[in-house]
């Protein structure tokens, strides 16, 4: 990556036990899969493990099959939150896998979640994850059963809005709990038979599950608590943090030897400073502020805790516009990168109303160690979602090199060992005489352009690349987040996108990876026939 350099300097300035890399936003892919290539790229400097937003106890399975215990998983339920099916997950989980498939287990990359099983609005009932702790302690289930009862009363939805119907103060929920730590506690005290009959690995997934549901109890227990929709919100917000927290520093615990760890998460997960949420939901505005994982972990492990506040500064696929002036997104600039926080004295955090985006402020910046911005040029989010892919390269035309300035700025995305036939393209100017039908010489547009092929091109459009002049007349180029044939290249199999938007997102990321696939397969074949 093009900001490896950076990266690896503040890591070896600070040689810190965490790293922690948040994004504002959980919409743009790009975070996501920058995450990959950094752990990549971290990987060859001593990081052995990587946590992220997910499950902690569903994550065991995870990291089973990327160890080789495995041989499948569903990442429907092994990555919590929806992130399961999220491109990059699958990508991460991929790389994992083979890459260590390699290599002997101590040095293999382990994978951990370090969230907590719940949501605002809910949180499932703890029996699944009691009833296979007693299955590994050949523990009786017959009062488990019955202190659980009927399973759907732990996740009704009407909780959310009614403390009195959430049955986490109970008496059953008491006597849950008092169980959840009497079995965590015989897993301590036959830890030597238990190990011994199972393996250190079983002893520790028990050790999880223990540790879960106690934490998924303690929720319920905030869940039930009276009080305003704020304060019930700020109180869920604070517990699942804390839970958040404890698995961070037990994480560190079982992997300090081995490396740093990586960690993954949105903003206000990880920053140093107390989060804050103001919203407006179910017709009431809503204000909560708590002390976030990153602030609590933060404060025990001082200068070892390395924070990387993630800025968003502009993405046409998820509707953010360019920042307006003076604003910290609009001082870092067009370009992505890992940056020193801006000196602030004058700058003002942006105005948007783009829901569960996080703009940065004035404490963040300040509490940070450096910030991983993706840069506010027209392309630049789209050219992170590309780079970020696996095995994909990025050359950019600099201005004032020996090439044409209608070629500055314009980047090639590369699949493989392969230089030479880039899969996709991001342009910003007009080619004279040649490529002038896009318009982009006006200020704000840009074009990214993919190959696909002749066989999807026909797919895409009812007619054949060769068909393409035929067409050609009745297309107006200049339209701006709309697929369609590329003015000058149509004829190879390539379409194109002005200014790509939230209309052509999911469309574009389909051929985007068909692309690089292809390209990726074309690379091999001609390496094999060397």
């Given at each position: 990556m093009a900001f490896d350099a950076e990266l690896l300097s503040l890591v070896r300035a600070r040689r810190p036990h965490l790293l922690a890399i948040g994004e504002p936003y959980h919409g743009e892919p790009a975070f996501p899969r920058l995450r990959n290539r950094i752990l990549e790229t971290l990987v060859g400097h001593g990081f052995r493990s990587i946590a992220i937003e997910s499950d902690r106890a569903a994550g065991l399975a995870v990291d089973d099959y990327v160890q080789g215990r495995r041989d499948e998983v569903d990442l429907s339920t092994g990555i919590s939150h929806g992130w399961g099916a999220h491109p990059a997950t699958r990508e991460l989980v991929?790389?994992?896998?083979?890459?260590?498939?390699?290599?002997?287990?101590?040095?293999?990359?382990?994978?951990?979640?370090?969230?907590?099983?719940?949501?605002?609005?809910?949180?499932?009932?703890?029996g699944p994850l009691l009833r296979e702790l007693c299955e590994y302690l050949g523990a009786a289930t017959t009062d488990l059963d019955r202190l659980v009862g009927e399973e759907d009363r732990w996740s009704a939805p009407e909780i959310m809005y009614d403390a009195s119907r959430s049955p986490g103060r109970s008496p059953q929920a008491a006597a849950l709990r008092g169980l959840a730590e009497d079995l965590r506690s015989r897993l301590y005290a036959d830890a030597p038979h238990l190990i011994g009959d199972t393996s250190a690995q079983a002893w520790n997934r028990a050790r999880v599950l223990a540790t879960t549901a106690i934490g998924l109890l303690t929720y319920h227990g905030a869940m039930a608590e009276p009080g305003t929709q704020s304060q019930r919100i700020g109180r869920l917000l604070a517990a699942r943090d804390a839970l958040m927290a404890q698995n961070l520093l037990d994480i560190l615990a079982l992997e300090r030897d081995r490396?740093?760890?990586?960690?993954?998460?949105?903003?206000?997960?990880?920053?140093?400073?107390?989060?804050?949420?103001?919203?407006?939901?179910?017709?009431?505005?809503?204000?909560?502020?708590?002390?976030?994982?990153?602030?609590?972990?933060?404060?025990?492990?001082?200068?070892?805790?390395?924070?990387?506040?993630?800025?968003?500064?502009?993405?046409?696929?998820?509707?953010?516009?360019?920042?307006?002036?003076?604003?910290?997104?609009?001082?870092?600039?067009?370009?992505?990168g890992i940056f020193a926080p801006p000196d602030g004295g004058n700058l003002r955090p942006r105005v948007t109303d783009l829901l569960g985006y996080f703009p940065l402020d004035a404490t963040t910046v300040e509490t940070c160690d450096a910030i991983l911005h993706i840069g506010s040029e027209p392309g630049a989010a789209d050219a992170a979602r590309i780079a970020g892919r696996p095995a994909v390269t990025e050359t950019r035309i600099e201005a004032g090199s020996e090439m044409p300035s209608y070629t500055w700025g314009d980047r090639f995305f590369f699949a493989g060992e392969d230089r030479m036939r880039p899969f996709a393209t991001i342009v910003g100017h007009d080619v004279p005489g040649f490529d002038e039908r896009s318009r982009l010489s006006e200020p704000g547009r840009y074009r990214l352009n993919i190959e696909?092929?002749?066989?999807?091109?026909?797919?895409?459009?009812?007619?054949?690349?060769?068909?393409?002049?035929?067409?050609?007349?009745?297309?107006?180029?200049?339209?701006?987040?709309?697929?369609?044939?590329?003015?000058?290249?149509?004829?190879?199999?390539?379409?194109?996108?002005?200014?790509?938007?939230?209309?052509?997102?999911d469309e574009v990321d389909r051929l985007l990876e068909r692309a690089r696939a292809r390209a990726r397969a074309a690379d091999r074949e001609r390496r094999r026939n060397r």
């Open positions: 991929d790389w994992l896998r083979e890459h260590n498939g390699k290599l002997p287990p101590a040095e293999r990359v382990t994978f951990h979640g370090f969230d907590a099983p719940t949501e605002i609005t809910g949180a499932p009932n703890p490396g740093p760890v990586l960690v993954s998460a949105n903003n206000a997960h990880l920053q140093r400073h107390p989060s804050r949420w103001d919203t407006h939901w179910d017709g009431q505005d809503l204000t909560a502020q708590w002390n976030g994982a990153g602030s609590i972990v933060s404060s025990l492990l001082g200068d070892k805790y390395l924070y990387v506040a993630g800025s968003l500064g502009a993405s046409g696929p998820v509707g953010l516009g360019q920042p307006e002036a003076g604003t910290y997104e609009e001082r870092l600039g067009p370009q992505t696909v092929g002749r066989a999807e091109f026909r797919n895409l459009f009812n007619y054949g690349p060769e068909e393409f002049a035929a067409h050609s007349d009745t297309i107006d180029f200049t339209q701006t987040d709309q697929l369609m044939p590329h003015p000058a290249y149509a004829v190879q199999g390539w379409v194109c996108v002005v200014n790509p938007g939230p209309a052509t997102a």
